[in-house]
């Protein structure tokens, strides 16, 4: 009987299970892809989101910075001296010489007439003495010769024209101009067909500056000045103060065409505008809205 050999033991006894290897180059013919390091995928997300974030505040600043330029503004208030240019709206020196005058396309020419009602009596009194000096000189030589001395041909001075009235008209309203209501100066409907009272309340006397003479003012036919108060366009009389002669005075912004801007003497950089129809003083703002909001004609007057 043969022998018995040793089996074995069925307690130990694993399954042949397939061990998993990578495949050999000789095997598949296809080399792996080693030149990937792990991890670059998360390296180039992360670069573009910063590259995001970069271009995002490069934007925000260029765009903050296009803005206006309040860099011309000290202590709270803008100078006439800075260098503006509005929309469309080219300003001439803040400070013209004395002897310049605003083009006339702009109705504003050299001003015409007496100031002031003083020195029409001045001129008057000038020419009454005159008369009287010239009435004893001619009684004293016909006592001497004991005869009617011949008159000699002297020069005769003119008669003065009146001053033309102006009025002023809005640049971008046509039918709308400067017009006294209730003691206010606002702008209002007016044309040759209103009644004379409203036509005459709508224009003015172009007087040179009570505080400057290189720019204007502008005087009722009652006698009253269209003169800023508490920032809004009023018409007072003539109290004979230096705040009343500076509140009075604007000088003229030569605009594109035949309009103006008028700016004002003790507050440089602040321009009248209507707002909502009525006649304020507001501080420069640079838009093309402040630019259509400050722009006037003074044309022929409406009286």
Sequence with gaps: MPPHKPGPDPDQTTPNLPVLRSAKVWETGVAPNDTRIPGTRRLWLAGALALAVVSS?????????????????????????????????????????????????????????????????????????????????SSEKSQQGGAEPTQSAKPTR?????????????????????????????????????????????????????????????RLPDGRYARHQNFVLRASHHDGSQLFKQDATFCPRQGAGDVIGLESVNYPGYYLRQRYYQLRLERYEHNQQYWSETCFRVVEGLA
């Design 57 to 137: 505040c490069v934007t925000a600043i260029t765009l903050q910075g296009s803005g206006p330029d309040d860099s011309s503004e000290r202590n709270g208030q803008t100078t006439a001296a800075d260098d503006r240019v509005l929309p469309s709206l080219s300003l001439p020196p803040a400070s013209p010489p004395a002897t310049s005058a605003p083009d006339g396309k702009s109705g504003l020419s050299e001003p015409q007439g007496y100031e002031d009602d003083t020195e029409k009596n001045d001129a008057d009194k000038d020419k009454s003495k005159e008369k009287a000096d010239e009435k004893d000189n």
């Design 158 to 218: 003119k008669p003065q024209a009146p001053v033309a009235l102006k009025s002023v008209q809005s640049g971008t309203y046509r039918d709308r101009y400067w017009h006294l209501r209730d003691g206010l100066i606002q702008l209002d409907q007016v044309s040759s067909y209103s009644d004379r009272q409203t036509r005459r309340d709508s224009s003015f006397k172009v007087v040179s500056g009570l505080a400057k003479s290189s720019c204007y003012s502008f």
